[in-house]
């Protein structure tokens, strides 16, 4: 541990700027988690006092903070091709292949959505176009130039105000700045976002559509989540796509957002995913669950997007 007492005065720019992303702006090797941590043990003074994370920075407001220079982030740039449809100065959107994480976790620090985002958003060369692909837009946003650059001071974090399972593929947005992803996390959370999968299942489905009521929750002797009777409330509408003679391709729309809740609630009617083996759906390469469709308002026009991605599974 090297531990060191770092002095900064906030700018003009960083008027009204909460505490926690300008410190982010300034330690770019350093974690979200690990900042917050610094902040919650009072490592951080603001004019010499202790103040919240969510302090908001006034211009020449004067800023202490003890730091550890070796606690590196876990999201290290690594060099993956990404499938991106759109992109402009606050956001992307990206589909994302099956069988990647979303994010590192203690078991997997590399090969994730987020090392390949670190990697693209800041390389120092402009990106080649990613080129064919269909993408209906509400509102006249188009990619910009590009936003990334090699400069540190513009260094840029993605945010991620959504996940999907690691088996899941299909369409993430991903943020580009501290507000873009207050704003659409805040979409998200008022439900203003339309999410809607493509799922393959196990048998003939018989209605055209419905809704599954039933609740979720963990199941901790067998570490497992599914259908629980004290569980939260989980609510998925189905529409049956096309039918084939021994499987069915269905549309998900979650109402609710709870974990594996798709593949809880297609296995709980009697009709598991195809490739989800542990809820008895038959063996396959993949698991045949897609996010297809993503729509929301855009954080700064407010003009609704809509974009869509089909999938052969």
Same mark, same amino acid.
């Given at each position: 541990?090297? !531990?060191?007492?770092?002095? $900064?005065?906030?700018?003009?720019?960083? =008027?009204?700027? *909460?505490?926690?992303?300008?410190?982010?702006?300034?330690?770019?090797?350093?974690?979200?988690?690990?900042? *917050?941590?610094?902040?919650?043990? %009072?490592? #951080?003074?603001?004019?010499?006092?202790?103040?919240?994370?969510?302090?908001?920075?006034?211009?020449?407001?004067?800023?202490?903070?003890?730091?550890?220079?070796?606690?590196?982030?876990?999201?290290?740039?690594?060099?993956?091709?990404?499938?991106?449809?759109?992109?402009?100065?606050?956001?992307?959107?990206?589909?994302?292949? %099956?069988?990647?994480?979303?994010?590192?976790?203690?078991?997997?620090?590399?090969?994730?959505?987020? =090392?390949?985002?670190?990697?693209?958003?800041?390389?120092?060369?402009?990106?080649? &176009?990613?080129?064919?692909?269909?993408?209906?837009? $509400?509102?006249?946003?188009?990619?910009?130039?590009?936003?990334?650059?090699?400069?540190?001071?513009?260094?840029?974090?993605?945010?991620?105000?959504?996940?999907?399972?690691?088996?899941?593929?299909?369409?993430?947005?991903?943020?580009?700045?501290?507000?873009?992803?207050?704003?659409?996390?805040?979409?998200?959370?008022?439900?203003?976002?339309?999410?809607?999968?493509?799922?393959?299942?196990?048998?003939?489905?018989?209605?055209? &559509?419905?809704?599954?009521?039933?609740?979720?929750?963990?199941?901790?002797?067998?570490?497992?989540?599914?259908?629980?009777?004290?569980?939260?409330?989980?609510?998925?509408?189905?529409?049956?796509?096309?039918?084939?003679?021994?499987?069915?391709?269905?549309?998900?729309?979650?109402?609710?957002?709870?974990?594996?809740?798709?593949?809880?609630?297609?296995?709980?009617?009697?009709?598991? $995913?195809?490739?989800?083996?542990?809820?008895?759906?038959?063996?396959?390469?993949? +698991? #045949?669950?897609?996010?297809?469709? +993503?729509?929301?308002?855009?954080?700064?026009?407010?003009?609704?997007? *809509?974009? !869509?991605?089909?999938?052969?599974?």
């Amino acid at each position: 541990m090297v !531990e060191t007492r770092v002095h $900064i005065t906030a700018g003009d720019e960083h =008027n009204k700027m *909460r505490l926690e992303d300008f410190l982010l702006g300034q330690f770019h090797s350093l974690s979200k988690m690990y900042l *917050r941590a610094v902040v919650k043990a %009072e490592q #951080c003074e603001v004019n010499g006092r202790w103040e919240n994370r969510g302090y908001k920075l006034r211009p020449n407001d004067f800023v202490e903070i003890t730091v550890d220079h070796t606690r590196g982030t876990a999201m290290q740039p690594q060099k993956i091709e990404l499938d991106i449809l759109f992109e402009d100065d606050e956001l992307l959107i990206i589909n994302k292949p %099956e069988d990647m994480l979303m994010h590192p976790s203690h078991r997997d620090n590399s090969g994730t959505l987020l =090392n390949a985002l670190a990697f693209y958003l800041n390389q120092s060369e402009p990106p080649a &176009s990613a080129g064919g692909v269909s993408v209906d837009l $509400i509102g006249s946003h188009t990619p910009p130039a590009y936003a990334g650059g090699s400069d540190k001071n513009d260094m840029i974090r993605p945010g991620l105000p959504h996940r999907l399972d690691r088996l899941t593929s299909g369409l993430v947005v991903v943020t580009k700045t501290a507000r873009a992803h207050r704003i659409i996390s805040g979409h998200f959370l008022k439900k203003r976002v339309e999410k809607l999968y493509l799922a393959l299942v196990d048998g003939v489905v018989e209605h055209d &559509s419905g809704t599954i009521d039933a609740p979720i929750g963990r199941f901790a002797d067998i570490k497992l989540w599914g259908v629980k009777d004290d569980g939260k409330r989980a609510v998925t509408n189905y529409k049956v796509r096309e039918r084939y003679e021994k499987t069915t391709l269905l549309e998900l729309e979650p109402v609710t957002g709870r974990t594996n809740q798709l593949r809880i609630h297609a296995a709980h009617i009697g009709y598991p $995913i195809v490739g989800d083996v542990q809820r008895a759906g038959s063996k396959y390469r993949r +698991l #045949c669950l897609h996010a297809y469709r +993503l729509a929301f308002p855009h954080p700064t026009t407010r003009e609704m997007m *809509r974009f !869509e991605k089909d999938v052969i599974f």
